[in-house]
T-cell receptor, first 109, second 113 residues
Framework: AQRVTQPEKLLSVFKGAPVELKCNYS??????LFWYVQYSRQRLQLLLR??SRESIKGFTADLNKGETSFHLKKPFAQEEDSAMYYC???????????FGTGTRLQVFP | DAGVIQSPRHEVTEMGQEVTLRCKPI?????LFWYRQTMMRGLELLIY????????DSGMPEDRFSAKMPNASFSTLKIQPSEPRDSAVYFC???????????FGQGTRLTVV
């Protein structure tokens, strides 16, 4: 069965510190991995997807099939990065989109 | 397009009452998802539709929950009878094509007292 695990419910860092939000998945096929973000009083929205291999707002994520991970990283956190982050998984060729439990990132000044 | 529209934004009801949540997906999107958000479980997938047909409802917690999509522009999630443990934020999302970006509504915050 598909499963997405985000081990940290809360991650607190100071502005300028590096950030890594962990995401592990279980699925034996070819996954599509995503990171979604929910800022305060805003809708949940797509941040990035592994297939795009791009950096969005300074965030990057690399799919590691060996470790079944898709950690989200940013070298220097900003206060405006404070939000709820969800890792999501979809199976290539199917429609089902499932999410992890989410990690709240707090960036202090 | 105004995006995915959910109503009501907030709902407070008494235990045992019927609750109906509504969703209007983005026009032209073939997929519609219902999720429940709680602190403990994060975003749980309840059910999703493709071209108005329910594809997977394995996430629906109990028979008290039901969902319909009578046409491409409208879906409902019904809880009957409601219980306090159903209190959560319920999100609707639509996707235009397989494995692409999901667009979410603002959510309905349900409180069952």
């Amino acid at each position: 069965a598909q499963r997405v695990t985000q081990p940290e419910k809360l991650l607190s860092v100071f502005k300028g510190a590096p950030v890594e939000l962990k995401c592990n998945y279980s699925y034996s096929g070819s996954p599509e991995l995503f990171w979604y973000v929910q800022y305060s009083r805003q809708r949940l929205q797509l941040l990035l997807r592994h297939i795009s291999r791009e950096s969005i707002k300074g965030f990057t994520a690399d799919l590691n099939k060996g470790e079944t991970s898709f950690h989200l990283k940013k070298p220097f956190a900003q206060e405006e990065d404070s939000a709820m982050y969800y890792c999501a998984l979809s199976r290539v060729g199917t429609d089902k989109l499932i999410f992890g439990t989410g990690t709240r990132l707090q960036v202090f000044p | 397009d105004a995006g995915v529209i959910q109503s009501p934004r907030h709902e407070v009801t008494e235990m045992g009452q019927e609750v109906t949540l509504r969703c209007k997906p983005i026009s032209g999107h073939d997929y519609l998802f219902w999720y429940r958000q709680t602190m403990m479980r994060g975003l749980e997938l309840l059910i999703y539709f493709n071209n108005n047909v329910p594809i997977d409802d394995s996430g629906m917690p109990e028979d008290r929950f039901s969902a319909k999509m009578p046409n491409a522009s409208f879906s409902t999630l019904k809880i009957q009878p409601s219980e306090p443990r159903d209190s959560a934020v319920y999100f609707c999302a639509s996707i235009g094509a397989r494995n692409t970006e999901a667009f979410f509504g603002q959510g309905t915050r349900l409180t069952v007292v």
